[in-house]
């Protein structure tokens, strides 16, 4: 019996950038539910690196947690802000994943859209972070709609977007998609034994470097 290939997808994100639990589960959601959904799945972070970090400390990290989720060798970290290299997959390889793929996805609109990935008209932004960027194609920030006008389809965290009381200005041209954070619930067992035990966490609201006004 011959069984087609299974369709790729590839992830696009930035979990060495922000080296948090966080940041690894939020991704490791959307890699293991898309394969658990039947697709090859790959992650991706093409743009990655900083000229204050080695690169292979950042690889080592994505290697790291790549491993533990059995996809060991369906990972690239292409260094372009380090020292140049592409880690995990080689350039080549990397390369033929974006022409192969039947959809790229940009993980928080963490990558800017490189043409390899823009020309493939496969790209779509799924943006975790609702708000701010709406609000700077509102203010007429060229470069963020331009941003935007390399990918195919737009979703949102968002999920009151197009709602009446939905005050956020959406930009026109742009027709975003609420969609809901998948959580694959085997991966979160908790070890208490009676309602008393709960998760709990800490974060902050706090983000100067992100201050927008509307």
């Not at 490189?114 to 790209?123: F, M, N, Q, V, Y």
């Not at 908790?190 to 992100?210: K, L, P």
Request: proline content about 5%; hydrophobic content about 40%.
């Amino acid at each position: 019996m011959n069984l087609l290939p299974k369709k790729k997808i590839v992830v696009l994100g930035m979990i060495s950038k922000h080296r948090v639990a966080g940041m690894a589960w939020i991704t490791l959601h959307y890699l293991i539910g898309l394969q658990r959904l039947g697709y090859d799945v790959y992650y991706v972070e093409p743009q990655g690196g900083s000229p204050h970090d080695k690169s292979v400390r950042a690889a080592a990290w994505i290697a790291g947690i790549m491993r533990r989720f059995d996809m060991g060798d369906r990972w690239a970290f292409h260094a372009v802000y380090g020292d140049g290299r592409c880690y995990g997959l080689s350039e080549l390889a990397l390369k033929e994943l974006y022409r192969s793929s039947a959809l790229i996805i940009n993980l928080h609109g963490a990558s800017q859209p490189l043409p390899e990935i823009a020309a493939t008209g496969r790209l779509i932004y799924l943006e975790t972070d609702p708000v701010e960027l709406e609000i700077r194609i509102y203010n007429n920030d060229r470069t963020a709609t331009e941003m935007l006008s390399a990918h195919c389809a737009f979703f949102s965290w968002g999920e009151n977007y197009g709602k009446p009381d939905c005050k956020v200005p959406l930009p026109l041209g742009f027709h975003f998609k609420p969609t809901r954070q998948p959580v694959v619930l085997g991966l979160w067992r908790g070890g208490g034994s009676s309602v008393s035990h709960a998760f709990t966490s800490r974060g902050s609201w706090a983000q100067i470097i992100r201050q927008i006004e509307f």
